[in-house]
C-alpha cells in the first residue's frame, strides 16, 4: 500500500485525471456531491491547519457559482420569489448548486495535485510525452529564475550608474526599458555558452534517452488499472443513461438501476481512496513501529 | 603513447584577417597534465575549443585532429562527444538542467545511454565528486565553487579519456578554484586522465604541470617539460607564473624552478642573509576627512532571516585605497550594495563625506560623488560597439587602449579588456568615491597590471577607493588599509602589509615565503628587494 505521494507520477495524474473528469461530464448530484466531499476530506487530511485558506477560497467560489445562477437563469417552474420582476427559481438554484460542488471539486483535486507533483514528478510526465520536452521544462525550470535574479542585478548596477531614476514615471519606464535590454542581450550571449555546453556533450547526436528518478512498481502499475477500470464503468453507466439529469423546466433524475448504482459505488471508492490509502499507510506505519 | 596529436593546425574568425591559430602542431602522451599559457588574445580559447569538434567557433579551420589513433573527423557523434571532456569558464550558464542528479544524467541522456546504465553512472560520479547528497537539490542553490565541480563531473560521467579545461576556476573563489585544482589533479593521478589546462592563476596547478605551452599571437612557441620550458622562458612566459617561480627568476638563479610556496620558502630561508629584515616603506598616513563612515550599520534580506551585515562600522579616509577581504557569504558584495545605496540599511548609519546617504536626494548620489562597478560587468553594457557605450556616458576620448577596440561588440572583448570598459564607463560620472566589486575576477596577469597601475593613477588624482575581493596579492599590491569581513562586521582595519603578514588565511604566498626570515614582505617585489639587499649567505 502507498499514499498518492509515493506513487508513480504517471498513475497520479491518470487518478487525478479521471477523479476530475468524471463529475465534469457527469453532473448527476450525487457524483458531485461525492467528488466536493471526497476532495474536501482528503486536502484537510492532508494539508491539516494549512487546508483553511484552501477552504476560504474554495467556500467563496462556491457561494458565487451557486447565486450567481439563479440570478442570471430564470428557467424552471418552481418560483421561489422575485428580484426586479425576474423569477428566482428553485431548478436554477439547484442547477448552480450542482455545477458550484462540481466546479469547486475540481479545485480542490487540483490544489492536492499540486501539492504531489514537485518539478522531478512533472519532468516525469513530460518525458513520457518526449525526451525533449522534458527537457526542455528542465532547462525552463533552470532559466527563469537565472534571468529573474540577472534582473535584480541589471537594476542595482544601472542605477548606480545613474542612468536609471526613479523620479517620474518616465524616467522610470526608460530605465526598465534599459534593464530590460540588457538583460535581453545577455540571455542571448549566454545562451550560445548553454548551447556550447549541451552540444559538448553529445546533445542533438542520436534520440535521446529520458532518464528519471522515479520507479514504477506493481502497486502503481495496479492502481492505475483500477483507476482505469472504475472510470469505465461510469462512462458505461452515462452511456446507458443511468446517471441523467435534466433541471428544466422541472428536475428529472434517471430511475435508479443495478448498473447506475454500481457507478455511483465506483466513484464513490474513487473518491474515497486517496484519504483512504493515506490513512491506511498510517495505520500500517504505527503498527510496524509497535512491533518493532 | 599518443593520445592526441595536433597536426599543423591553423584557424581563421570569419572577417579577420590575422589567423588566431596559426599552424600549430603538438603531441599529448596519455596521463600528461599540460598547462596552456599566453596573454589575453593570443588564441588560448580558441585553440582549446579547435580541439574538441562540438565547440569549434565559426570560420576557417585547416589541420588535424588525431585522438587515439582515429581523426576526430571520422568520429561517430557519440564517441567525439564522450572521449574530450570540455569545461569553460563560465560557470553559471553552462549548466543546463534545474536538478543535480539531471545535469549529471545530461550527458548520456544525450548519446542515448539506456536508464540502467545512467543510473550506475550518475551513482559513481556522484560519490566520487561528493554530490550524493545533493542529487535532488536545484542547480541554482549551489554555490559557484560547486556549479563547476558539478560541470565538471556532468562531463567526467562520459568517461572521458581527455579533459580540456578552459580557464575553470577564473570565476571562483581561492578556495573553490584550489579545490578545483585539487579534483582535475586527482583525476589525472588516479584515473590516468590527460589534461590540457589554460587558467590565469598558476598557484594551484603550476606544481602538478608536466610541461608547458606557451601561445603567442596564435603560434605556438614553447611547448616543453615544466622545468626546461621555465630555465629558458622569457618575460612572456614568467610574467603569468606565481610568486614562487618569479621571484627566483628575478633573483637570477639557476637551476629547479620552485613552484610552490614550501620549496620557495626553502629557497629564499637557506640562500639569502636576513640582516636586514624590512624594507622602509613610507608609512602609511591617511587624510583625516572621511570619506566614508558607517556606523552599526546591520541588513537581511528577508524579515526573519539571519542578519549578512551586524553591527558593521567602518572608516575609510579620502584619497586612500582600502580594501575588505573576506570568505564567501561573509557580505562583502551586500556591503558595497549597502555603501552604494544599492539596498537600505535596517538600522545604523551611513555618511558619504559627511552628509547622510539618505540626504542625496534625486541620484546625486551617483552624479559625481559614488560610483560602483559590480562584480558582473555584463550588467552595465546595453549597446552593439564599445564606442555607443561610452558615448552614451558622453566619453568621446576613449581610454585605457580601448580605442583599437571600438567597433567591436562588448561581449567579444577579453575578461580584462570589459573590465577596463565598465571601470570607463562607471568612471565617467567623475566620483569621488570608487568601489569596486571583485575587481579582478577573471583577468590575466597583464590585465591587472593595467589595472593596478589605473587604479595608482586614480588615487594619485584624490579619487577614494574602496576594493571588495579575494585577491590578496592584488590587494597587498595597492591597497593602503585592508579589513577583514567576518560576521557581518568589519574587523579593526590595519595596514594592508601588517595584516597579511598577521594572517595564515588571508595572505599572500610572498608573505608566506618570507615569513620570519624577512617582515612585511607581502609582494613578490618586496621579497626579492629584500633578497637583494641582504645578499647570498655563505655556505
Known amino acids: ?292 | 603513447m599518443a593520445i592526441l596529436t595536433v597536426e599543423s593546425l591553423s584557424f581563421k574568425y570569419p572577417l579577420c584577417e590575422r589567423a588566431a591559430i596559426n599552424n600549430v602542431s603538438f603531441t599529448l602522451e596519455e596521463g600528461e597534465f599540460v598547462i596552456l599559457c599566453g596573454e589575453g588574445g593570443s588564441g588560448k580559447s580558441t585553440l582549446l575549443r579547435c580541439l574538441k569538434r562540438e565547440v569549434i567557433p565559426n570560420g576557417d579551420l585547416a589541420g588535424k585532429i588525431i585522438v587515439q589513433g582515429e581523426d576526430t573527423d571520422n568520429m561517430s557523434t557519440a564517441a567525439s562527444a564522450a572521449v574530450i571532456g570540455f569545461v569553460s569558464q563560465e560557470c553559471e550558464q553552462q549548466i543546463v538542467t534545474d536538478k543535480v542528479w539531471h545535469e549529471l544524467a545530461f550527458g548520456l541522456e544525450s548519446i542515448g545511454a539506456d536508464k540502467e546504465e545512467i543510473s550506475l553512472r550518475v551513482a559513481e560520479t556522484a560519490a566520487y565528486f561528493g554530490f550524493s547528497d545533493k542529487l535532488h537539490m536545484d542547480t541554482a542553490d549551489l554555490s559557484g565553487g560547486e556549479k563547476q565541480l558539478l560541470a565538471l563531473a556532468a562531463v567526467m560521467v562520459m568517461r572521458p579519456k581527455i579533459l580540456v579545461l578552459d580557464e575553470p576556476a577564473s570565476q571562483l573563489d581561492p578556495i573553490a578554484a584550489r579545490s578545483l585544482a585539487e579534483t582535475v589533479r586527482r583525476l589525472n593521478r588516479d584515473r590516468g586522465i590527460t589534461v590540457i589546462i589554460a587558467e590565469h592563476r598558476l598557484d594551484n596547478i603550476l606544481p602538478f604541470a608536466d610541461r608547458l605551452m606557451l601561445l603567442k599571437d596564435g603560434e605556438l612557441v614553447i611547448c616543453d617539460e615544466r622545468d626546461k620550458a621555465l630555465a629558458y622562458a622569457e618575460d612572456d612566459l614568467l610574467s603569468e607564473m606565481p610568486a614562487p617561480v618569479r621571484i627566483f627568476h628575478e633573483l637570477g638563479c639557476e637551476g629547479k624552478y620552485p613552484c610552490d610556496v614550501n620549496s620557495a620558502r626553502r629557497f629564499v630561508v637557506g640562500r639569502y642573509k636576513n640582516d636586514i629584515r624590512m624594507l622602509e616603506t613610507v608609512k602609511g598616513s591617511h587624510s583625516e576627512s572621511k570619506a566614508l563612515e558607517a556606523k552599526n550599520v546591520t541588513y537581511r534580506y528577508e524579515r526573519d532571516a539571519k542578519d549578512i551585515i551586524d553591527g558593521l562600522t567602518l572608516t575609510v579616509y579620502e584619497g586612500e585605497i582600502f580594501a575588505l577581504l573576506g570568505a564567501n557569504g561573509s557580505g562583502k558584495t551586500t556591503a558595497l550594495s549597502l555603501i552604494s545605496g544599492g539596498c537600505r540599511a535596517v538600522s545604523g548609519s551611513i555618511k558619504i563625506f559627511g552628509k547622510k546617504l539618505k540626504e542625496y536626494k534625486n541620484n546625486s548620489l551617483y552624479k559625481g560623488n559614488v560610483s560602483l562597478l559590480p562584480q558582473d560587468v555584463t550588467t552595465l553594457f546595453l549597446h552593439n560597439t564599445v564606442r555607443e557605450e561610452l558615448s552614451e556616458m558622453n566619453i568621446s576620448q576613449i581610454p585605457f587602449g580601448l580605442d583599437k577596440y571600438s567597433d567591436k561588440h562588448p561581449y567579444d572583448l577579453s575578461g580584462g579588456e570589459r573590465q577596463l570598459l565598465a571601470l570607463a564607463k562607471v568612471l565617467a560620472v567623475k566620483p569621488k568615491l570608487l568601489l569596486l566589486d571583485e575587481p579582478t575576477k577573471s583577468l590575466d596577469a597583464l590585465a591587472r597590471e593595467k589595472l593596478l597601475n589605473i587604479l595608482k593613477e586614480l588615487k594619485a588624482s584624490g579619487m577614494t577607493i574602496v576594493i571588495v575581493s579575494h585577491d590578496t596579492e592584488f590587494c597587498a599590491e595597492c591597497a593602503d588599509r585592508c579589513s577583514v569581513l567576518f560576521m557581518g562586521r568589519a574587523l579593526p582595519p590595519m595596514p594592508t602589509a601588517q595584516l597579511l603578514d598577521n594572517n595564515d588565511f588571508f595572505t599572500t604566498p610572498s608573505s608566506l615565503i618570507s615569513r620570519g626570515h624577512y617582515d612585511l614582505a607581502v609582494t613578490p617585489q618586496d621579497v626579492i628587494s629584500l633578497c637583494r639587499k641582504n645578499g647570498r649567505a655563505e655556505r
Open chain 1, 1 to 292: 500500500m502507498k499514499k498518492l505521494d509515493d506513487m508513480h507520477p504517471l498513475s497520479v495524474t491518470l487518478f487525478f485525471l479521471c477523479v476530475t473528469l468524471i463529475p465534469m461530464f457527469i453532473p448527476y448530484p450525487v457524483i458531485t456531491a461525492v467528488s466536493f466531499i471526497g476532495a474536501a476530506v482528503y486536502v484537510t487530511a492532508q494539508e491539516g491547519r494549512a487546508s483553511v485558506k484552501t477552504h476560504l477560497w474554495v467556500g467563496l467560489l462556491f457561494l458565487i457559482l451557486t447565486l450567481v445562477n439563479p440570478l442570471v437563469s430564470h428557467k424552471g417552474t418552481t418560483i421561489l420569489f422575485m428580484i426586479n420582476d425576474s423569477p428566482v427559481t428553485l431548478e436554477a438554484f439547484l442547477y448552480g448548486l450542482n455545477s458550484a460542488a462540481g466546479l469547486s471539486s475540481v479545485v480542490y483535486w487540483f490544489a492536492a495535485f499540486a501539492r504531489i507533483m514537485d518539478s522531478e514528478k512533472l519532468l516525469c510526465v513530460f518525458s513520457v510525452i518526449s525526451a525533449r520536452a522534458a527537457l526542455v521544462m528542465s532547462c525552463a525550470l533552470r532559466y527563469i529564475p537565472l534571468i529573474r535574479a540577472q534582473y535584480i542585478k541589471t537594476r542595482t548596477a544601472q542605477r548606480s550608474l545613474g542612468l536609471y531614476s526613479d523620479g517620474n514615471i518616465v524616467d522610470k519606464i526608460r530605465g526598465d526599458m534599459r534593464v530590460f535590454s540588457v538583460v535581453i542581450t545577455w540571455a542571448l550571449e549566454n545562451g550560445i555558452v548553454t548551447a556550447d555546453s549541451m552540444a559538448a556533450r553529445g546533445c542533438g547526436s542520436t534520440k535521446r534517452t529520458a532518464f528519471t528518478t522515479q520507479r514504477a512498481a506493481e502497486f502503481d502499475i495496479a492502481a492505475a488499472v483500477c483507476a482505469a477500470a472504475l472510470t469505465g464503468i461510469c462512462a458505461a453507466a452515462s452511456l446507458c443513461d443511468r446517471l441523467d439529469i435534466s433541471f428544466y423546466p422541472n428536475i428529472v433524475m434517471s430511475h435508479s438501476s443495478a448498473l447506475g448504482d454500481i457507478a455511483l459505488a465506483a466513484y464513490f471508492i474513487m473518491a474515497a481512496a486517496p484519504t483512504i490509502l493515506s490513512l491506511g499507510v498510517d495505520i500500517r506505519w504505527r503498527y510496524l513501529r509497535s512491533r518493532a
